[in-house]
């Protein structure tokens, strides 16, 4: 789709590897996956499932670690050309004014995303069950988080790139307090990252085929601004004889209301098939939390945890997505 418009700001550093010879996949792993082991630091038993984001003319992150304890904590790392990076030995401390929102309890699965020059974090925190923290920082080194967003139980928060209609808008997964065998996807509204409400069906998972995305669905990194809509990538989850299977998929939402799915892409844009992606801490786990743009060239680099042990890369092109997306659609 040689005329697509992207939204966005160049990145002409963004980590980067051409498509593979013979490969006409939408998205190809990098080479040297994965990117972070899973003992980065001393501390961590896996790292994986993180976000990054470009950050004075390098790169910045939020990564969950789980450390010898098995607790699950947020960390922040940095990298000068986003393939190698250097991580905080000691967990983010979120600065809050109530003490009882501040009590950190674990934290996993953030995203990231700058709205107005400000970078918010949204992660799964705990506050008497999983639910959706929020927080924000200027220089990756200071971090304050405002109220939760919505009541346990929820997952997968992630905010949507600019204000539409002079509101916030957040992409959820309400859940359970477990390994949640069902998700779908909803979005809510908010005047001031305090107060959510007008909340709205995305979609749900297509259970009738026991395909890759009929267990359960939930948001990835910070949707994609493109003239044909609301580019957002996503995990989709199948109940196999061995256990759930992780993959990524694609769908366009429109502009004005990102609730209403334009199309949504049958296929999955990648599922488990490389050693660290089917063997692991949790095995046949891929999770997009994060994603590089460079919108003039439409580069996208994806940020993925694999088998809940170690973060990986692939690549790709938005314009291609949207039209593999476009492609097949689903016609139901």
């Known amino acids: 789709m040689t005329d697509l418009k992207i939204h966005g700001e160049a990145l002409p550093n963004i980590p980067w ?3 593979p010879a013979g490969n006409q996949d939408a998205l190809w792993r990098y080479s040297e996956n994965p990117v972070v082991p899973a003992r980065a630091i001393p501390a961590s038993t896996y790292i994986h499932n993180s976000a990054v984001i470009p950050f004075q003319g390098a790169f910045a992150g939020v990564f969950r670690i789980d450390n010898r304890a098995r607790r699950m904590q947020l960390h922040a790392g940095r990298s000068d050309d986003g393939l190698t990076w250097r991580i905080d030995e000691a967990p983010i401390h979120f600065r809050c004014e109530d003490p009882e929102i501040g009590a950190f309890r674990y934290g996993y699965d953030p995203r990231l995303v700058r709205i107005d020059g400000r970078t918010y974090v949204i992660w799964c925190n705990g506050y008497h069950g999983p639910t959706i923290g929020l927080g924000y920082t200027d220089d990756f080194e ?3 988080q405002l109220e939760n967003a919505l009541l346990p139980f929820n997952r997968n928060g992630v905010l949507f790139p600019r204000k539409i209609r002079e509101r916030y808008v957040l992409l959820s997964r309400p859940s359970d307090n477990g390994h949640t065998p069902f998700g779908e996807i909803y979005l809510s509204h908010s005047p001031d990252l305090i107060h959510w409400g007008k909340h709205r069906h995305v979609m749900s998972p297509i259970r009738e085929e026991n395909g890759w995305q009929s267990t359960k669905i939930g948001a990835g ?5 493109t003239s044909e809509g609301w580019l957002l990538i996503y995990h989709g989850v199948v109940t196999t004889c061995n256990g759930f299977v992780y993959s990524a998929g694609a769908v366009l939402l429109d502009l004005d209301e990102p609730w209403k799915v334009i199309a949504r892409a049958d296929p999955y844009l990648l599922t488990p098939s490389t050693t660290y992606e089917c063997v692991g801490n949790v095995p046949n786990v891929i999770f997009p939390c994060g ?3 460079d919108a003039p060239s439409g580069r996208l680099a994806l940020y993925y945890g694999s ?3 170690v973060v990986s890369v692939a690549f ?3 314009h291609e997505i949207v039209d593999f997306v476009r492609d097949n659609a689903r016609r139901d």
Not at 221 to 225: G, K, L, M, V, W
Request: hydrophobic share 40%; net charge negative; proline share 10%.
């Open 142 to 144: 200071s971090f304050y």
């Open 316 to 318: 790709g092109r938005v």
């Open 17 to 19: 590897q051409e498509r």
């Open 291 to 293: 994603a590089l743009l």
């Open 307 to 309: 088998a809940d042990t």
């Open 221 to 225: 990194p910070a949707p994609i601004e």
